[in-house]
Every structure is written in structure tokens, then in C-alpha cells.
């Protein structure tokens, strides 16, 4: 059974930074495509971040420069570091992991960005 359980949100004033980990068990973590998807309210579900197996990353226009996404093959874990905070980046952030459109979800990890 897949189980990805996120960490490490929470309230962060502007400019502020936070790191969210991704712990996964029930796959085999190396050969599957891991992302960061984020929703705010009354949104939808984007994607922010996400790292291949083979290590190659995209990020969002609205993040890049800002978040980086990492994973340790030897945890099972995935990371976003997520630097320079905006009160725009307030959601809850959601682990995925994909295999060939096979996908888990997290059960998501509230960050919010407020003074």
C-alpha cells in the first residue's frame, strides 16, 4: 500500500522560509516521478514542483527562482525548499508520486504565509 506523508508546514511570515518533506513507503521510490502540488481556496489543484528519476526538475513560472525541489533516493523522501515566502504561496501542499499515470497523493500540508 502507498503511503506518502508530508511534514514540516506551517505559518511563516513574509519573506520567510520553510522546507516540506515528503516520507514515502509501499514503492519502489527510485523509479517514480515525485512532485509538489499545491491548492489554495477556492482553486484548483496545480502543480509546483516536480523531480524525475533521472533527477531533471520543472517548477512553476510563479515559483521558480524561489522553491527547490530535491529528493534522497536512500530515504524514500522528497523536499521543497521553499524560500522568500509570499502571502500568494498560502495552500496546502500536496506530495504526488507518479509512475507511467499511475499516481498517489499525500494527505497535504498547510503553509501559510502571513504577517
Known amino acids: 500500500q502507498v503511503q506518502l506523508v508530508e511534514s514540516g508546514g506551517g505559518l511563516v511570515q513574509p519573506g520567510g522560509s520553510l522546507r516540506l518533506s515528503c516520507a514515502a513507503s509501499?514503492?519502489?521510490?527510485?523509479?517514480?516521478?515525485m512532485g509538489w502540488y499545491r491548492q489554495a481556496p477556492g482553486k484548483q489543484r496545480e502543480l509546483v514542483a516536480a523531480?524525475?528519476?533521472?533527477?531533471?526538475?520543472n517548477y512553476a513560472d510563479s515559483v521558480k527562482g524561489r522553491f527547490t525541489i530535491s529528493r534522497d533516493n536512500a530515504k524514500n523522501t522528497v523536499y521543497l525548499q521553499m524560500n522568500s515566502l509570499k502571502p500568494e504561496d498560502t495552500a496546502v501542499y500536496y506530495c504526488?508520486?507518479?509512475?507511467?499515470?499511475?499516481?498517489?497523493w499525500g494527505q497535504g500540508t498547510q503553509v501559510t504565509v502571513s504577517s
Open positions: 523531480i524525475s528519476r533521472g533527477r531533471s526538475t
Open positions: 509501499g514503492i519502489t521510490f527510485s523509479i517514480y516521478t
Open positions: 504526488n508520486a507518479d509512475l507511467n499515470g499511475r499516481v498517489s
